[in-house]
């Protein structure tokens, strides 16, 4: 079957602009992850959602960066005024049980 | 606070030579542990898995045993070939999210 799908692939954009990142789990999957993959930082946790509950935010570095899941399947996550520090790979997973399972990522450049 | 801690690379080995990279991990309760494994400008790929002490995950030739008296759950191949050249990242889950805790990662290149 799919897996999880992200787009863009690669999104490239100046410092103070907004920028949309999209995530399509798998279907069926209740549980949805975003993490960030930087050469400083390694694998971040980022967000969590799983089904109709509030999500758990705890891992969002600043009030720039939001995400919302809409009818319990895509994803979006926001990020607001770009950084610099902000270039990364994003990268979004789903999971039914406890493995989860990941997309291609989104390359984030930000000039 | 929890953590995962891998052996750092880079490691090269020569064609059907052993691999063993190490992990251990500081974690409350029982959490799952993963190894997942990034090819060369691809994502991330769940390699294998144990979700209770002493079980043992298998997958591609490549075997780890969770080891709860060690905290670990160190990675091993008997013979690596060229095309298992990738970083390899050993993480745990736990908690109410269980959010995925990763280490560092280990980029291991193969030469024929």
């Known amino acids: 079957g799919a897996g999880v799908s992200q787009s863009p692939s690669n999104k490239v954009t100046e410092k103070g602009k907004d920028v949309e990142l999209r995530c399509d789990p798998i279907s069926g999957h209740t549980a949805l992850y975003w993490y960030r993959q930087s050469l400083g930082q390694g694998l971040e946790f980022l967000i969590y959602?799983?089904?109709?509950?509030?999500?758990?935010k705890s891992g969002l570095p600043s009030d720039r960066f939001s995400a919302e899941r809409t009818g319990g399947s895509v994803s979006t996550l926001t990020i607001q005024r770009t950084q610099q520090e902000d270039s990364a790979v994003y990268l979004c997973?789903?999971?039914?049980?406890?493995?989860?399972?990941f997309g291609p990522g989104t390359r984030l450049t930000v000039l | 606070g929890n953590s995962v801690t891998q052996m750092e690379g880079p490691v090269t080995l020569s064609e059907e030579a052993f691999l063993t990279i190490n992990c251990t991990y500081t974690?409350?309760?029982?959490?799952?542990l993963f190894w997942y494994v990034q090819y060369p400008g691809e994502g991330l790929q769940l390699l294998l898995k144990a979700t209770k002490a002493d079980d043992k995950g298998s997958n591609k030739g490549f075997e780890a045993t969770y080891r709860k008296e060690t905290t670990s759950f160190h990675l091993e191949k008997g013979s690596v070939q060229v095309s298992d050249s990738a970083v390899y990242f050993c993480a745990y889950s736990g908690g109410s999210n269980y959010k995925l805790t990763f280490g560092k990662g280990t980029l291991l290149t193969v030469n024929p």
């Open positions: 959602f799983q089904g109709n509950s509030a999500p758990d």
């Open positions: 997973a789903s999971a039914s049980t406890d493995t989860q399972y």
């Open positions: 974690a409350t309760g029982y959490p799952s």
